[in-house]
């Protein structure tokens, strides 16, 4: 095996073999193959493509790279990944609601990248928890609580990790061969037999246009099935911050909301949707609707809220956190309203802008390994289609310093456009099995 001919076949068009696929991620994983053959290989894919065959035999490559899981539960276990955007805080709610009414969720999960937050930082913001556990505990967590959510160990795909990197500053993030890769190795690590995808698109997304986000989708899907896991794929709107809010605690307390005083919002309506194909797709009901009609009777009942305020316990956080430890959660030095320049609905609103002012205020990482200050970030964001007058609080910023809460204040209003007129986007755009 050399790595020159692999990347010379991609080259010209032509699939490598399997075996030479899984020497070359080995080979990634080990520091055998150089920084320049990784960047050559991650071009050759981004410029001529990867068939079908080629990008599951890629993924699995991947994945076997390092460790794989495995589960023994009696039953299905699921998990959901969405690529990203702001308010996006859907796993914190799903994965207790799925626990709830008995499907055991073990979500790895990932933290902010870009523009956009992670779940996991968005986890911690919660006093005491670390998401960093040993497999032994992780594995404990899923006897106790039916769901947990943790990082990767440095042990799981650890090739995709290293071209991950690769790509970052070589101009190759944006291919779909290798952002299905990336996803789908790290997800398949975890031992899933089920996977619902939320692909994201808008102003807020990765993928702006509907026909990016559907031909992505198309790629997760048909890759997770030919490497041996159901999936399936909705790909639903990011125009406008999927909850109220963007930045980690911020958040953290409208998952708590939904939790303790479930409304049909659109966080729960994207919430009830993934989870109900979740539960067909792993056999648990015959149709989304008697699914989705138990997801919220969980929601109602209090059982999701229990069942998060056992995961939160067994991460290291406070006991009944549900019902008091909201209080506990950081607060930022300046806290006040946005308001409206004239009057008007609101048009549009910038995901990415927004995204942006979070982390230039502290909420995300410029460079790797930057602490996040997890109280600020922006709240009470009004929809668009929202009617405003000239005055009228268009959102409620949250900022460590007045310095910090005036650039905060300019980047927000720079991402909102006010018009005569306003049409609120579709929450769900498309599915694709």
């Given at each position: 095996?050399?790595?020159?001919?692999?990347?010379?076949?991609?080259?010209?068009?032509?699939?490598?073999?399997q075996?030479?696929?899984?020497?070359?991620?080995?080979?990634?994983?080990?520091?055998?193959?150089?920084d320049?053959q990784?960047?050559?290989?991650?071009?050759?894919?981004?410029?001529?493509?990867?068939?079908?065959?080629?990008?599951?035999?890629?993924?699995?490559?991947?994945r076997?790279?390092?460790?794989?899981?495995?589960?023994?539960?009696?039953?299905?276990?699921?998990?959901?990944?969405s690529?990203?955007?702001?308010?996006?805080?859907?796993?914190?709610?799903?994965?207790?609601?799925?626990?709830?009414?008995?499907?055991?969720?073990?979500?790895?999960?990932?933290?902010?990248?870009?523009?956009?937050?992670?779940?996991l930082?968005?986890?911690?913001?919660?006093?005491?928890v670390?998401?960093?556990?040993?497999e032994?505990?992780?594995?404990?967590?899923?006897?106790?609580?039916?769901?947990?959510?943790?990082?990767?160990?440095?042990?799981?795909?650890?090739a995709?990790?290293?071209?991950?990197?690769?790509?970052?500053?070589?101009?190759?993030?944006?291919?779909?061969?290798?952002?299905?890769?990336?996803?789908?190795?790290?997800?398949?690590?975890?031992?899933?037999?089920?996977?619902?995808?939320?692909?994201?698109?808008?102003?807020?997304?990765?993928?702006?246009?509907?026909?990016d986000?559907?031909?992505?989708?198309?790629?997760?899907?048909?890759t997770?099935?030919?490497?041996?896991?159901?999936?399936?794929?909705?790909?639903?709107?990011?125009?406008?911050?999927?909850?109220?809010?963007?930045?980690?605690?911020?958040?953290?307390?409208?998952?708590?909301?939904?939790?303790?005083?479930?409304k049909?919002?659109?966080?729960?309506?994207?919430?009830?949707?993934?989870?109900?194909?979740?539960?067909?797709?792993?056999?648990?009901?015959?149709?989304p609707?008697?699914?989705?009609?138990?997801?919220?009777?969980?929601?109602?009942?209090?059982?999701?809220?229990?069942?998060?305020?056992?995961?939160?316990?067994?991460?290291?956080?406070?006991?009944?956190?549900?019902?008091?430890?909201?209080?506990?959660?950081?607060?930022?030095n300046?806290?006040?309203?946005?308001?409206?320049?004239?009057?008007?609905?609101?048009?549009?609103?910038?995901?990415?802008?927004?995204?942006?002012?979070?982390?230039?205020m502290?909420?995300?990482?410029?460079?790797?390994?930057d602490?996040?200050?997890?109280?600020?970030g922006?709240?009470?964001?009004?929809?668009?289609?929202?009617?405003?007058?000239?005055?009228?609080?268009?959102?409620?910023?949250?900022?460590?310093?007045?310095?910090?809460a005036?650039?905060?204040e300019?980047?927000?209003?720079?991402?909102?456009?006010?018009?005569?007129?306003?049409?609120?986007?579709?929450?769900?755009?498309?599915?694709?099995?």
């Open positions: 095996m050399d790595a020159r001919t692999i990347i010379e076949k991609i080259r010209d068009g032509r699939d490598p073999a075996a030479e696929l899984n020497w070359f991620a080995t080979s990634l994983a080990s520091g055998h193959i150089t320049a990784a960047g050559a290989f991650a071009m050759a894919v981004l410029l001529k493509g990867l068939s079908d065959d080629a990008r599951v035999a890629w993924t699995l490559a991947m076997d790279s390092g460790d794989v899981l495995t589960w023994d539960l009696g039953q299905p276990v699921v998990d959901k990944h690529t990203g955007g702001i308010g996006d805080c859907v796993s914190l709610l799903l994965a207790p609601m799925l626990a709830a009414v008995d499907v055991p969720v073990p979500m790895i999960s990932g933290r902010g990248l870009g523009h956009t937050g992670g779940t930082d968005k986890l911690e913001a919660i006093p005491g670390r998401t960093d556990v040993t032994k505990r992780f594995r404990q967590i899923m006897d106790d609580v039916g769901c947990a959510i943790v990082s990767a160990s440095t042990r799981m795909a650890p995709d990790k290293r071209l991950y990197a690769i790509r970052d500053v070589t101009g190759t993030v944006p291919s779909v061969d290798l952002i299905t890769a990336s996803i789908l190795s790290k997800k398949l690590a975890a031992g899933l037999d089920t996977l619902v995808l939320d692909v994201k698109c808008g102003s807020g997304a990765f993928m702006e246009t509907p026909e986000a559907k031909r992505l989708a198309e790629a997760l899907v048909s997770a099935n030919g490497a041996g896991c159901k999936a399936l794929a909705l790909v639903s709107d990011m125009s406008q911050p999927l909850a109220p809010a963007a930045g980690n605690a911020l958040e953290l307390a409208e998952v708590m909301r939904a939790l303790t005083d479930p049909n919002t659109p966080l729960v309506d994207l919430t009830l949707a993934l989870g109900a194909e979740a539960m067909v797709l792993a056999g648990y009901d015959t149709a609707e008697v699914a989705a009609v138990k997801l919220r009777d969980a929601l109602t009942s209090g059982a999701a809220a229990e069942t998060f305020d056992a995961l939160v316990l067994g991460l290291g956080g406070p006991d009944g956190f549900s019902t008091s430890g909201q209080t506990r959660l950081p607060e930022a300046v806290i006040r309203d946005i308001e409206a320049p004239r009057a008007g609905k609101i048009a549009a609103l910038d995901g990415q802008t927004i995204g942006m002012g979070v982390v230039h502290g909420g995300g990482r410029m460079r790797g390994g602490r996040i200050d997890p109280s600020v922006y709240s009470d964001i009004l929809p668009i289609g929202a009617d405003v007058t000239k005055g009228t609080p268009v959102a409620r910023l949250h900022a460590a310093s007045e310095k910090a005036q650039a905060a300019r980047a927000y209003l720079a991402a909102l456009t006010i018009a005569h007129d306003a049409t609120p986007p579709r929450l769900l755009l498309d599915r694709v099995v």
